[in-house]
T-cell receptor, first 113, second 111 residues
Framework: EAGVTQFPSHSVIEKGQTVTLRCDPI?????LYWYRRVMGKEIKFLLH????????ESGMPNNRFLAERTGGTYSTLKVQPAELEDSGVYFC???????????FGSGTRLTVV | SQQGEEDPQALSIQEGENATMNCSYK?????LQWYRQNSGRGLVHLILIRSNEREKHSGRLRVTLDTSKKSSSLLITASRAADTASYFC???????????FGEGTQLTVNP
């Protein structure tokens, strides 16, 4: 089966611009998660979708971040406007079951200059 | 709450030596997993150990779990330069499905 795919692999934008990250989960995986690692620190949870519904978005840092999963397939994470502290690696993961069995994508490295 | 705290934060060893990384957590867990991140890129799943298991092996990896101490260790034997990466433990708690990661250990294996 194809893995979790993330686009783009790397994005460099200026402060104040908008960036949209995309994640294509493994087909049939209802659970989709976004995580990020900023400034070389720990990897932090952002949010969890079950199909198209946001199950838990308690990790979203502020209202500049908007995640969607229309139709319960791929997901997008939009950052608008981007700030310098948003630089980092954004990971997406999907799973069939709620507990365990995560598959992570290769990540999107976001650089805000 | 902070969870999945790891030590050491950085570890530098010579090729062929063993590397041991430790992880502590605070809440009750279902599973504990170890991941590797190479050069700031994607996360690679290494091994999962369930809360009712005490030790697990996979190739050159050995993971232990002590739920009484809420700690785990990852041992990489006969290390190689290609093992150079950041290593993270991650837990999923009994109250939810999201993973909580530690800050990671940066392992450098010198050829």
């Amino acid at each position: 089966e194809a893995g979790v795919t993330q686009f783009p692999s790397h994005s460099v934008i200026e402060k104040g611009q908008t960036v949209t990250l995309r994640c294509d989960p493994i087909s049939g995986h209802d659970n989709l998660y976004w995580y990020r690692r900023v400034m070389g620190k720990e990897i932090k949870f952002l949010l969890h979708f079950v199909k198209e519904s946001k199950q838990d978005e308690s990790g979203m840092p502020n209202n500049r971040f908007l995640a969607e999963r229309t139709g319960g397939t791929y997901s997008t994470l939009k950052v608008q406007p981007a700030e310098l502290e948003d630089s980092g690696v954004y990971f997406c993961a999907s799973s069939r079951a709620v507990v365990g069995g995560y598959t992570f994508g290769s990540g999107t490295r976001l650089t805000v200059v | 709450s902070q969870q999945g705290e790891e030590d050491p934060q950085a570890l530098s060893i010579q090729e062929g030596e063993n590397a041991t990384m430790n992880c502590s957590y605070k809440t009750s867990i279902n599973n504990l997993q170890w991941y590797r991140q190479n050069s700031g890129r994607g996360l690679v799943h290494l091994i999962l150990i369930r809360s009712n298991e005490r030790e697990k092996h996979s190739g050159r990896l050995r993971v232990t779990l002590d739920t009484s101490k809420k700690s785990s260790s990852l041992l990489i034997t006969a290390s190689r330069a290609a093992d150079t990466a950041s290593y993270f433990c991650a837990t999923d708690s009994t109250s939810g499905s999201r993973l909580t990661f530690g800050e990671g250990t940066q392992l450098t294996v010198n050829p």
